[in-house]
Nanobody
Framework: VQLQASGGGLVQPGGSLRLSCAVS????????MGWYRQAPGKQRELVAA???????NFADSVKGRLTISRDNAENTLYLQMNSLKPEDTAVYYC????????????????WGQGTQVTVSS
């Protein structure tokens, strides 16, 4: 299973970016999908997550500014980021739990390679 994240870049404060994460490989089903971020000198933290039935969880610091969604037909995860702040600067990683076979007892976690988001004037 491979995760390919894209969409990062340099944006001014108040700007917007849309991150994408395409999941490919041997996939029977995908459970929860999420975005994490890691700023320099800080621990990786959860930004937002969405389950297969659409239940969403956001970090308090991004509520009202970020939207997470998924396309189950395309096995793709999205993160729409609006009103970006300098403190949103970090490497953003996508994460997902995948059952590779129908008989897999539990889903396995997989990580994308990360995409840099820099918010600066």
């Amino acid at each position: 299973v491979q995760l390919q994240a894209s969409g990062g870049g340099l944006v001014q404060p108040g700007g917007s970016l849309r991150l994408s994460c395409a999941v490919s490989g041997r996939i029977f089903s995908i459970d929860v999908m999420g975005w994490y971020r890691q700023a320099p000198g800080k621990q990786r933290e959860l930004v937002a997550a969405i389950t297969s039935d659409g239940t969403i969880n956001f970090a308090d610091s991004v509520k009202g500014r970020l939207t997470i969604s998924r396309d189950n037909a395309e096995n793709t995860l999205y993160l729409q980021m609006n009103s970006l702040k300098p403190e949103d600067t970090a490497v953003y990683y996508c994460n997902t739990f995948v059952r590779e076979w129908a008989w897999a007892p539990v889903p396995k976690p997989f990580w994308g390679q990360g995409t840099q988001v820099t918010v600066s004037s």
